[in-house]
């Protein structure tokens, strides 16, 4: 009874969704092959865990429909301590009433439907509402964006380790999926970080296990009740003079063991959804460029990801709200006929000239909401791989995000 209600809940707010993500029919040397693996075919559950699983097919839709091609994920996780000090860089105080006003201003932006399918929700904002009463999630699902929650509580080092971290957040996990699709959210998201400290100084043993058991056995959990999961194994761009090589390595490595786990814990691959990094130099090294990163992105996801998995979004970790959109649109002319969405799940990149903009002001609320609109329309255009310019918030470097022990910040 419960989740006939819930499918007819997600039924009415999800009324207007476009329909889910079609093919590219562009050709590519290196992706063509692999282009045919999404021919439809019959599903047939491999396991009890799917076959016993009454919001499977619910959860292949949900996933579908977020890596639409052409769409994207608006990241609006970051804690409360996070929003806060953002606000704050642009004089805007913090408090219960701003940051619920700022997350107004991107939710209700007109039109957002149109570039954005998903929405990463912090949980306070997953039960708040418009200034008018209307609630976050029914805003959302009218405009055809998914609600979406994150699911972690944050990091904390590993004994034993050169200050590596474990994602925390597993207990009562179950319940407060239960809640949080009752609510109305359809996808969750779990962030792991694994660090390279510098030439040859990769993610330990212990920090990539741990942290491959975290997300298989959260992304068990979110599909047990119903939530599409978001895995994110971040290795994390960081200082180093590390090359571009080897990030693709330690990334190869880490979702190796990520995806073993995963298939260890009979998650079903077509319910879920990647957020991985990009594959970028340290920020001591000389920056590479949008075809450097697309040749070993490219290459390293299609060495370790499955094509059962819809979508891939990557994060924009370091980059700049521009090198963002250019590096998205590189791995989209290298890739064009990737088995899955290669799209983007965006926080910054699509925020910080948005937040800017606004600083506060009710005059600017309009001049903000089109920024950020823009920025979408961007990165939209880049999975599509038709991006041609000029860029809303142009220049930029690399941006040192140091490591945090919570909050997003992507």
């Known amino acids: 009874m419960q989740h006939t209600m819930a499918m007819r809940l997600s039924s009415s707010r999800g009324a207007g969704m476009p329909a889910a993500r079609s093919s590219s029919s562009r050709s590519s040397s290196?992706?063509?092959?692999?282009?045919?693996?999404?021919?439809?075919?019959?599903?047939?559950?491999?396991?009890?865990?799917?076959?016993?699983?009454?919001?499977?097919?619910?959860?292949?839709a949900t996933a579908a429909h977020i890596a639409t091609r052409g769409k994207g994920i608006l990241a609006s996780d970051e804690s409360n301590a996070t929003t806060g000090k953002r606000l704050e860089s642009v004089g805007v105080e913090n408090n219960a009433e701003t940051r619920r006003a700022w997350r107004e201003l991107m939710y209700t932006a007109p039109g957002l439907g149109q570039y954005i399918s998903g929405c990463i929700m912090f949980e306070d904002f997953l039960y708040s509402s418009t200034a008018a009463g209307v609630p976050f999630v029914d805003?959302?699902?009218?405009?055809?964006?998914?609600?979406?929650?994150?699911?972690?509580?944050?990091?904390?080092?590993?004994?034993?380790?050169?200050?590596?971290?474990?994602?925390?957040?597993?207990?009562?996990?179950?319940?407060?999926?239960?809640e949080w699709y009752k609510q109305g959210a359809r996808f969750a998201k779990w962030r792991a970080v694994l660090r390279i400290a510098g030439p040859g100084q990769g993610p330990s043993t212990t920090a990539i296990m741990e942290n491959a058991h975290g997300l298989a056995r959260y992304a068990q959990?979110?599909?047990?009740?119903?939530?599409?999961?978001?895995?994110?194994?971040?290795?994390?761009?960081?200082?180093?003079?590390?090359?571009?090589?080897?990030?693709?390595?330690?990334?190869?490595?880490?979702?190796?063991?990520?995806?073993?786990?995963?298939?260890?814990?009979?998650?079903?691959?077509?319910?879920?959804?990647?957020?991985?990094n990009m594959c970028l130099p340290g920020l001591d090294a000389p920056p590479a460029t949008p075809a450097e990163v697309a040749k070993y992105t490219t290459r390293t996801m299609l060495r370790t990801i499955p094509a059962a998995v819809?979508?891939?979004h990557f994060l924009s970790g370091g980059m700049s709200e521009e090198e963002s959109t250019l590096n998205l649109q590189a791995l989209n002319e290298?890739?064009?006929?990737?088995?899955?969405?290669?799209?983007?799940?965006?926080?910054?990149?699509?925020?910080?000239?948005?937040?800017?903009?606004?600083?506060?002001?009710?005059?600017?609320?309009?001049?903000?909401?089109?920024?950020?609109l823009?920025?979408?329309?961007?990165?939209?255009?880049?999975?599509?791989g038709q991006y041609k310019g000029p860029h809303p918030s142009p220049g930029g470097g690399r941006i040192l995000q140091a490591l945090r022990t919570g909050g997003a910040g992507k």
């Open 30 to 60: 290196r992706c063509a092959a692999r282009a045919g693996r999404t021919t439809a075919v019959k599903v047939v559950a491999t396991s009890r865990f799917e076959a016993s699983n009454p919001f499977m097919e619910e959860m292949r």
């Open 139 to 178: 805003v959302l699902r009218k405009e055809g964006i998914v609600p979406g929650i994150k699911a972690d509580t944050g990091m904390q080092t590993l004994p034993g380790t050169d200050g590596e971290t474990a994602t925390q957040g597993l207990d009562n996990l179950g319940t407060k999926c239960k």
């Open 221 to 276: 959990i979110a599909q047990e009740n119903g939530l599409v999961p978001i895995v994110e194994p971040e290795v994390t761009l960081g200082p180093g003079s590390y090359s571009i090589e080897e990030t693709a390595y330690w990334s190869e490595r880490v979702y190796s063991h990520v995806f073993r786990l995963l298939n260890e814990y009979n998650v079903v691959l077509d319910a879920i959804l990647l957020k991985p």
């Open 310 to 312: 819809p979508g891939i």
């Open 334 to 372: 290298a890739c064009p006929n990737a088995p899955w969405s290669l799209t983007f799940s965006y926080g910054r990149a699509l925020q910080a000239t948005t937040l800017k903009t606004w600083a506060g002001k009710q005059e600017n609320w309009e001049a903000a909401q089109k920024v950020l």
């Open 374 to 384: 823009s920025l979408a329309a961007a990165n939209s255009q880049a999975q599509l």
